[in-house]
């Protein structure tokens, strides 16, 4: 697909679009902390080849090929911020987009519940792939172990390949913002109830970032009807560990709701 900057309110965004099927649903990817367009490889374009629907691909704010941040420290709503942006940059497509179903990963997937939940006008099914609605121990965990990765191996090297000079700032955003004493009690277990749209929980058994908690909370609060996918022996990227698996019950989920 071929990609571009679009002007978001001021903001610059990357994006690619692909929208072939006339009248389909658009499937929109929410990448993690460390992601961008690139490293969702070719899973977007077997997604929508399998089941007929658009695609639309984007770097978050700071991100990828994005514009960067202002500023490495982040409130503790940024996610809620980013789902706003999300709102503004559909709007900016429209009338390309008509129905929208969120796949997103991580971080990505707790934006694709707060975007459902504040903007249902849009959101027709979400996908979400070992999101978090609220901070725990092995959360934590992972984010320093994360950070030692960083500072003792050649992760920063092999990250400035996607996203340049940008890398430590998004790092620093990630670890910083997680780890603050007053993101504890960041929840967003309140805006479960407003999802009335069918969604689907995808989570590794063994994801070294969140317990199975984040899915049973998660698919119990919800008003719609919700379902899970829980993958023994995976971690924290079911779509890059099993794509094929992660592609087929995606696949299906989607299938059996258009």
Same mark, same amino acid.
Request: charged fraction near 25%; include cysteine; proline fraction near 4%.
């Given at each position: ?29 929410? *990448?993690?902390?460390?992601? @961008?367009?690139?490293? /969702?490889? %070719? ?22 090929? @994005?514009?960067?941040?202002? $500023? ?26 008509? %129905? ?16 459902? @939940? ?18 725990? %121990?092995?959360? !934590? ?10 500072? $003792? ?9 996607? *996203?340049?000079?940008? =890398? ?5 955003? /990630? $670890?910083?913002? /997680? ?5 504890? $009690? /960041?929840?967003?277990?309140? !805006? ?20 199975? %908690? ?31 698996? =992660? ?12």
């Amino acid at each position: 697909m071929e990609g571009r900057i679009i002007d978001v309110k001021g903001e610059k965004l990357y994006i690619e679009h692909n929208n072939p099927f006339e009248g389909r649903p658009t499937i929109v990817f929410l *990448h993690d902390s460390l992601g @961008s367009v690139q490293l /969702w490889r %070719d899973f977007p374009a077997k997604l929508s080849e399998s089941t007929g629907c658009n695609v639309l691909v984007y770097d978050r704010l700071g991100y990828g090929k @994005s514009y960067p941040m202002l $500023t490495h420290k982040r409130p503790i709503n940024y996610m809620e911020q980013e789902a706003h942006l999300l709102n503004d940059l559909l709007m900016e497509i429209e009338p390309e987009i008509e %129905d929208v179903i969120l796949f997103g990963h991580s971080d990505g997937g707790t934006i694709a519940l707060i975007m459902a @939940s504040v903007y249902p006008e849009w959101v027709r099914a979400v996908i979400c792939e070992a999101g978090h609605i609220f901070v725990e %121990d092995v959360t !934590l965990k992972g984010v320093y172990d994360a950070w030692d990765a960083y500072k $003792t191996t050649n992760l920063a090297e092999r990250l400035q390949k996607y *996203h340049g000079d940008k =890398v430590e700032m998004l790092f620093r955003a /990630w $670890t910083e913002t /997680w780890t603050r004493e007053d993101y504890r $009690t /960041w929840n967003i277990e309140h !805006l479960l109830k407003h999802i009335s749209c069918p969604l689907l929980f995808i989570q590794g058994e063994a994801d070294e970032y969140g317990t199975l %908690d984040q899915v049973e909370k998660t698919i119990t609060q919800v008003s719609g009807s919700a379902e899970k996918y829980i993958i023994p022996n995976i971690g924290h990227t079911p779509h890059k560990e099993v794509p094929e698996l =992660v592609l087929e019950k995606a696949a299906t989920f989607i299938r059996e709701n258009f």
